[in-house]
């Protein structure tokens, strides 16, 4: 599964920019290590990653589930109700499991994602989805295989959540129809890449992929 770019930040929640990493140390590396690259992020001007750190990690898997294979009006709108289920807006996978199954399927959920947001409530409730404290002290592949046991959630899901939600600085999303087509854009071919050759280039990146990426979505956009 895969968006171009990932789901907009409910106004419910706050968005602010701060990263565990030096933004601009960052651009300045990866302008350093690829000509190419460097007249992309050129062209497309500052990095303005929006952070979604303000959202549990528990939040930020229900609103990927919620949007996928959806439009992102359509799924917008199924997510806002959806929000609207619980107390002041603020899912918690407490709460989602005293929701009926009927309440979920009026707020615009198929059966297929009321099983998978059932079922991420009951891995967050008993501990086998890591809390934000755990996920703080796993690395990026560690969250991969703990979190892709949830149904419904795939390694794409997962890396959106390791970019934007865990803020990590060293993901590619090799998968992510936008990060593809930003990089034919950016060095060429009437082509998608396949990941192989996404992942060698990507080499000369590190540790900075996650940037990179953002870089990519946006020249997708062009």
């Known amino acids: 599964m895969s968006y171009i770019g990932f789901p907009p930040l409910p106004d419910s929640f706050e968005s602010k920019l701060s990263y565990v990493y030096d933004p601009q140390i960052a651009v300045k590396a990866l ?3 690829d000509t190419k690259l460097a007249r992309m992020i050129d062209r497309i001007g500052p990095y303005r990653l929006r952070d979604r750190s303000a959202m549990t990690p528990f ?13 992102g009006r359509a799924a917008g709108s199924i997510h ?4 609207a289920l619980f107390p002041r807006k603020r ?7 005293a929701i009926s199954d009927d309440s979920l399927r009026g707020a615009g959920l198929s059966r297929g994602k009321v099983l998978a947001v059932r079922n991420l409530a009951k891995r967050c409730v008993d501990g086998s989805v890591p809390s934000r404290v755990r996920l703080k002290k796993l690395d990026d592949e560690d969250i991969i295989q703990h979190l892709v046991q949830v149904r419904g959630i795939g390694r794409w899901t997962v890396e959106m959540l390791l970019i934007f939600n865990l ?4 993901v590619l999303p090799v998968d992510d129809l936008g990060v593809r087509r930003g990089f034919m854009h950016t ?3 009437k082509t998608l890449p396949d990941a192989k050759k ?15 990426s953002w870089y990519l979505w946006r020249a997708s956009e062009l």
């Open 198 to 212: 996404m992942l060698r280039r990507g080499e000369r990146w590190r540790p900075y992929r996650s940037v990179a």
């Open 91 to 97: 899912p918690t996978a407490k709460h989602l499991l």
């Open 31 to 33: 302008k350093d290590a």
């Open 59 to 71: 939040q930020a898997l229900l609103q990927s589930i919620v949007y996928q294979q959806l439009s």
């Open 187 to 189: 060095f060429g071919g």
């Open 80 to 83: 806002a109700r959806v929000q």
């Open 167 to 170: 803020g990590r600085p060293d």
